[in-house]
């Protein structure tokens, strides 16, 4: 079956599946923020994780968009999560943590460096990523819907629905709840990006030769170990305001850019895309046992869990891989949408 032939909606509905389970796995499990011992919380993560991840996908497919929307869509969804759902942006004391200890702004009530934190790690780990590996695993729906209006809009609902779970279990446990001018911001800002995803990301037409010197498509192997190194670092980055905010803020900018310029030529593969993904999915594995050993270093259940988890993200990557570059000339080439014909 070639990426253009229609999809059976069996097999339509499966990778909806896989995706609503993928992102709380990613988000939350990989990371270790929530351990292997709270395994039953998955199904109360699913509605607002999956059906996020789910919405933004399904809508950008819809519009014939590319990834420079998913990933606004997912600033955007990590800023309502942080912002308005579970308020940990602007709770001082979240899960009994100091978020705003480091890099204040006591005009906004914020850490600079968590909120890079919350909406960096929200786009590209809950949000992109999951939808990444997906896509990769079923080539013939990778940039088509899989859902119906009537699956839209339950995604919709499903999503909401997460979002209100979150909301009144997080308000009865800590108490908190931001003041009015800190959530009306949130949900102008959410707004905007919403806007300029859907409004003003539109995919560039792809460049019919190689990109010039300076930005020459870099070969799988090394855009994978880049990608790895720069996510490593963007996790390890120290809390403050030059290397913890301000310095990854412009180079993550500038690598988006320089994405999206390769992205449009004729030598960007789909294993390139393979290759983002496999560099930056690892970073969570291993930022999993550093949480571990910071947040509850005596759960041995969590320790297990880690492992278990990195193994199988390990195991997700090589099947995807094998997916992916198994295929002839390393697969059809794509763009920010769609695959180039």
Do not use: K
């Not at 498509?217 to 390890?236: D, E, K, N, R, Y």
């Not at 090589?318 to 697969?331: C, E, I, N, Q, Y």
């Amino acid at each position: 079956m070639t990426p253009s032939e229609p999809v059976r909606p069996r097999r339509r509905l499966a990778p909806a599946i896989g995706l609503l389970i993928l992102a709380p796995w990613v988000g939350e499990y990989l990371l270790g923020n929530v351990p292997a011992g709270q395994l039953l919380a998955l199904p109360f993560l699913i509605p607002l994780y999956g059906g996020g991840a789910l919405l933004i996908r399904e809508v950008t497919r819809r519009a014939g968009r590319g990834w420079p929307t998913i990933l606004l869509l997912g600033v955007a969804y990590g800023l309502i999560e942080a912002g308005l759902v579970d308020q940990s942006l602007f709770n001082p004391s979240f899960e009994g943590h100091e978020f705003q200890r480091v890099t204040p702004v006591p005009a906004i009530g914020i850490s600079g460096y968590h909120t890079l934190s919350f909406l960096v790690g929200h786009a590209v780990w809950s949000i992109g990523i999951p939808i990444a590996i997906v896509e990769l695993l079923t080539p013939a729906g990778r940039t088509t819907p899989w859902l119906g209006r009537r699956g839209l809009v339950a995604t919709a609902l499903l999503y909401l629905l997460g979002c209100a779970i979150i909301f009144q279990a997080l308000s009865a446990s800590e108490g908190f709840l931001a003041a009015p001018g800190q959530l009306a911001g949130a949900a102008t800002a959410a707004l905007l990006l919403i806007v300029a995803a859907v409004v003003g990301a539109r995919p560039g037409p792809p460049r019919p030769g190689p990109t010039r010197r300076w930005g020459r498509v870099p070969p799988v192997w090394l855009l994978g170990a880049a990608t790895f190194v720069a996510s490593s670092a963007f996790i390890a980055r120290p809390e403050n305001w030059w290397g913890g905010v301000i310095v990854p803020a412009v180079l993550l900018l500038g690598g988006a850019v320089l994405v999206i310029h390769w992205s449009r030529s004729a030598d960007w593969r789909v294993g390139h895309q393979f290759a983002l993904v496999a560099g930056a999915l690892p970073s969570y594995a291993w930022a999993g046992f550093v949480l571990t050993a910071l947040i509850r270093p005596a759960d041995q259940v969590a320790w297990i869990g880690n492992v278990v988890f990195a193994v199988l993200a390990g195991l997700l990557l090589v099947v995807t891989g094998r997916r992916v570059l198994g295929r002839a000339a390393d697969g059809p080439r794509v763009t920010g949408g769609a695959p180039a014909r």
